[in-house]
């Protein structure tokens, strides 16, 4: 079964920065695009990143464009995400989450998550 | 950026009722429309994709319709585990967006 596990969440200064990573297994991960997607405390869910199955396209929302970096590993399995510059909004649950096919479309497998502060 | 617009912010249903979500796009999105279930602490689960197609095991009480701006999700016959909060996506277009989500709850 389709497993996404997301690691490398914690508390961090505002101007720091993070990488998260996303273990993937169930499934061939060469063969498909992934996102990620963030939710704020008590907040609605934001898209915040796409990468092609073979990392040749990347798409980012306005909010993180030129501070975060999407990137992926296909011989580990594993989706990262390079936080730069971080702000007290990105304070937030980020979730990796599996497209349905190479280019991109909607989310149909999640992780659990993994939550980023941004405090000093 | 195509801003997705969900109404009612809250819906209260009681059990065995029908509960009726809508969602509309800043412009067209085609089909490209899907709509997500998330439970307090849980990550979010796909419902309907297409606009109009069930995902994986999801029940046939779930269904979607509508393209181009305005769409709707219906469950015919709401459970005790219905009871969340409801988002849909638009995927037509980057960047991708949600709307503010729609919560569910027993009247």
């Known amino acids: 079964q389709v497993q996404l596990v997301e690691s490398g969440g914690g508390v961090v200064q505002p101007g720091g920065s993070l990488r998260l990573s996303c273990a993937a297994s169930g499934f061939t991960f060469s063969s498909y695009g992934m996102h990620w997607v963030r939710q704020a405390p008590g907040k609605g869910l934001e898209w915040v990143a796409f990468?092609?199955?073979?990392?040749?396209?990347?798409y980012y929302a306005d909010s993180v464009k030129g501070r975060f970096t999407i990137s992926r590993d296909n011989s580990k399995n594993t989706l990262y995400l390079q936080m730069n510059s971080l702000r007290a909004e990105d304070t937030a649950v980020y979730y990796c989450?599996?497209?349905?096919?190479?280019?991109?479309?909607?989310?149909?497998?999640w992780g659990q998550g993994t939550l980023v502060t941004v405090s000093s | 950026e195509i801003v997705m617009t969900q109404s009612p912010a809250t819906l209260s249903v009681s059990p065995g009722e029908r509960a009726t979500l809508s969602c509309r796009a800043s412009q067209s999105v085609s089909s490209n429309l899907a709509w997500y279930q998330q439970k307090p602490g849980q990550a979010p689960r796909l419902l309907i994709y297409g606009a109009s197609t069930r995902a994986t095991g999801i029940p046939a009480r779930f269904s979607g319709s509508g393209s181009g701006t305005e769409f709707t999700l219906t469950i015919s016959s709401l459970q005790s585990e219905d009871f969340a909060l409801y988002y849909c996506?638009?995927?037509?277009?980057?960047?991708?967006?949600f709307g503010q989500g729609t919560k569910l709850e027993i009247k």
């Open positions: 989450a599996k497209a349905p096919r190479r280019y991109g479309d909607y989310h149909d497998y």
């Open positions: 990468i092609r199955y073979d990392g040749s396209n990347k």
């Open positions: 996506q638009q995927y037509n277009n980057w960047p991708y967006s």
